[in-house]
């Protein structure tokens, strides 16, 4: 895409001013939003307001509406909740509580409005809006405001976010307070499943989403659980025997517990309510197991925000005054929301009224339509878990007489274990026969190769590492022995799940094919690894854990900071020459500045950088905090960085180094990975049937064209599976990474955050879309 970049410094905020308000129910990510309002907000030289309490803070006015600096947002990145209060607010449903809050926005001379909440909030500033002019007229008539001020301030725009924990809002992927709320239920499911196991007991879940099945769904896919109830999709007339066949049955399995989750709205195909206490009932009289329920509740909407809810709002913020500050008064109200990995605008009343279809369509028991209408990503959800959580009687399973062998290669990275059952149990779906090689290409030489079952991989999405082991081994040295391996065995497809070295060590059995005939086969590459820096994929399975472990470790780090005062943090990162944990895991923290090796710096830079820790110390907020990619410069080390600050800042701070090292690689796979790693791979089996299919030919498979070994990752929008000869181009081979990267994007977002002067290419945001309706092929191709 040739474009000219287009940078905002033409435009100005000057004399605007904007008012920020937190409405409805609240959700984790509100405050970095808030925060990325108005940091940006006076980056561009606006006024900048908060409006305390949501609507009732406009209608009763006074100290309910306060000019703000860039102070005032300080540490409130990673605090739950929202700082500057939400309310219901009957008043501003009169058309008397509008005008009154017209008058008090007038009186500021706010005409931009930023909108953080669910659709109830966004419609009511919708039609705040469009009532706009009538109210200032109103105003001029009884007195309150002169005839200046109405042509003056003749327009008011708003930009909405969507802040609402249950993802029910149509038009974007991901709502704010979504991904923080299933780290929530998924800290407590994988807590419950350790007293389960013990006990042998069945746990009822109750999750939130009256509405919407979401978060019930997307959790069930996360830890594998037995069974789910959402509004959207109810079982079928005679669900109470087939749970209980479905439950014994995996009792029968040597399965030592199961789960259960309900979402709070789940109904039948009557339209009649399914709660977790009928759900317990029904399973202690037909099978007598001792079960317990466990009701979540406002647990979820509590806590400290993750990684992704973070970045998330704090690049929603950021679009959200650009979008004020290119309004003209013809351009409807917009949502700013996330389609993919692109940040997009949306007409606001498109949106709602697709979100108020899907009710409709529940209403009246269109079930199938109020699925299609949750749009691409909730319907994939849907399919996958009905993939992956019943297995067929074997007499139904279709039989293929195909192999087909699945690996770890690189280090490990959480969320390679869901990927490694999702990628069985599709393949044995499908009618494979599963073989899992233990130890990489390692173990495959040595002949460490067995065959895999649909129980074998049970539990497995919740566990951390690579349970089938993994080695950074390439196979160059020992193609011969994988080969023979690969005849004996009888293996008609691979599927390499793991890191850069899955991506060379495929370029490499592609290049041996001419040599190996055994090589001629379909092989898939699923990306996985912390760092992120594998050609042709946004994003990595394990990335998202390991960005969550160092925004936890540095909000640990703030805190001890703040205690002392005048401390800064050198923090050192994980990547290999890839900057995306240091640059993302800076966004996310809040920090000051992020080293990486992408972006050339020399010691002007790094002076550059003291001085404005300097600075900073002359302020309320006497803490810095730096991150530092392990591989960013030979020379400017983690110590010699150390040692500069130190003797930089002597007398205006002291500074600490920290090297987060192996921790980032460990821990359970945040819900983010799980899901990703689950579609991904799952999707990843598909192609493999499709391709063992089209490659059989005379009793055996023989695959040699570029597009037979295929790399599949996340570009956008979209899943896209790309031959890795034709990734050999992007690639950057000495340093191991891809020569362009989308994340870099970004850095100046981070600059700017932390009160850097810097110039930012909007080119990708500014135009408004309208809300795509897909048809059910689509939900098969692109999205997540």
Not at 130 to 155: F, N, P, R, T
Request: with cysteine; proline share 3%.
């Amino acid at each position: 895409m040739d474009h000219q970049p287009k940078f905002f410094e033409n435009l100005s905020g000057t004399g605007k001013a904007i008012g920020v308000l937190t409405s409805g129910g609240d959700a984790q990510g509100m405050n970095a939003a808030v925060r990325a309002v108005v940091r940006m907000g006076i980056y561009v030289k606006a006024k900048v307001y908060f409006v305390y309490e949501g609507y009732q803070g406009m209608v009763d006015g006074g100290d309910n509406i306060v000019e703000v600096s860039w102070e005032s947002v300080s540490s409130i990145l990673q605090v739950g909740g929202t700082v500057i209060g939400s309310a219901r607010c009957k008043s501003f449903r009169t058309r008397e509580g509008r005008l009154q809050a017209a008058y008090n926005l007038v009186q500021r001379g706010i005409t931009n409005l930023c909108v953080i909440g669910g659709d109830g909030s966004l419609t009511g500033a919708n039609l705040f809006r469009e009532e706009w002019s009538g109210l200032l007229e109103e105003l001029a008539q009884k007195g309150k405001i002169d005839e200046e001020a109405v042509k003056k301030y003749a327009y008011l725009n708003i930009v909405g976010m969507v802040g609402s924990i249950d993802n029910d809002f149509c038009g974007t992927d991901m709502t704010i307070g979504t991904d923080s709320a299933l780290h929530r239920i998924i800290e407590v499911v994988d807590a419950i499943m350790t007293t389960a196991q013990s006990h042998q007991r069945t746990f009822v879940l109750e999750v939130m989403g009256r509405h919407c099945g979401y978060l019930a769904l997307v959790s069930a896919l996360a830890c594998g659980a037995d069974w789910v109830f959402i509004p959207e999709y109810p079982p079928e007339e005679g669900w109470e025997d087939s749970m209980c066949v479905k439950l014994s049955e995996n009792r029968a399995r040597k399965k030592r517990l199961n789960i259960i989750i309900v979402a709070e709205g789940a109904i039948d195909c009557h339209n009649k309510p399914i709660t977790s206490e009928k759900v317990k009932d029904l399973v202690v009289q037909r099978l007598g197991f001792d079960t317990r329920v466990t009701i979540l509740g406002h647990v979820q909407r509590g806590g400290t925000p993750s990684a992704f809810d973070r970045i998330l709002a704090s690049r929603m913020g950021v679009e959200a005054v650009l979008a004020l500050l290119e309004a003209t008064p013809a351009t409807p109200a917009c949502v700013v929301s996330l389609s993919g990995n692109q940040a997009v605008r949306l007409p606001l009343m498109e949106c709602v009224q697709m979100t108020q279809e899907v009710q409709k369509a529940m209403d009246e028991g269109r079930f199938v339509e109020a699925v299609r209408l949750r749009g691409r990503s909730f319907e994939n959800n849907l399919n996958t878990y009905k993939l992956l959580s019943h297995k067929k009687p074997d007499a139904e399973l279709p039989k293929t007489n195909f192999n087909v062998a699945v690996l770890n290669v690189g280090a490990p990275a959480a969320g390679m274990n869901a990927a490694v059952r999702a990628a069985v149990r599709v393949g044995i779906t499908e009618g494979h026969k599963m073989f899992a090689v233990i130890d990489g290409f390692e173990g495959f030489a040595r002949g460490k190769i067995k065959e895999i079952s649909w129980g074998d991989v049970g539990g497995w999405t919740g566990q951390g590492g690579s349970i089938l082991g993994t080695k950074r081994t390439l196979p160059a040295k020992y193609l011969e022995k994988i080969a023979d391996q690969m005849r004996t065995n009888n293996i008609n497809a691979l599927m390499v799940i793991g890191g850069f070295e899955a991506y060379e060590s495929c370029l490499q059995l592609h290049e041996a094919r001419s040599r190996f005939e055994e090589f001629c086969v379909p092989i898939c590459v699923v990306p996985a690894t912390i760092s992120n820096n594998v050609p042709g994929t946004d994003f990595s399975i394990g990335a998202d854990t390991a960005l969550n472990a160092i925004v936890e470790t540095c909000d640990r780090i703030k805190q001890s900071a703040s205690g002392t005062k005048r401390r800064v943090f050198i923090i050192e990162t994980m990547g290999g020459y890839c900057g995306y944990l240091a640059n993302m895991g800076a966004l996310a923290a809040g920090a000051d500045a992020a080293y990486i090796f992408e972006e050339q710096f020399d010691i002007r830079e790094l002076q550059a950088n003291v001085e404005h820790l300097t600075e900073k110390m002359k302020t309320s907020i006497q803490r810095g905090l730096v991150l530092r990619n392990e591989n960013c410069n030979e020379n400017y080390t983690t110590d010699f960085i150390y040692q500069l600050y130190s003797e930089e800042g002597k007398g205006v701070f002291d500074c600490r180094k920290n090297v987060l090292g192996h921790m980032q690689q460990g821990g359970a796979p945040s819900p983010f990975d799980r899901n990703f790693g689950t579609k991904i791979s799952a999707k990843a089996m598909q192609w493999i049937s499709k391709k063992l299919k089209e490659t059989y030919r005379k009793g055996k498979v023989f695959a040699n064209t570029d597009d037979s070994v295929c790399l599949l990752g996340m570009r956008r929008r979209n899943l896209v599976f790309q031959p890795v000869a034709e990734l050999k181009n992007e690639t950057d081979f000495v340093h191991r990474i891809p020569k362009e990267q989308w994340w870099l994007k970004l850095r100046p977002l981070m600059k700017i955050l932390a009160k850097y002067k810097t110039s930012y290419d909007v080119s990708d945001s500014g135009q408004l879309e309208h809300v795509a309706m897909h048809s059910p092929k689509e939900a098969e191709t692109g999205a997540i």
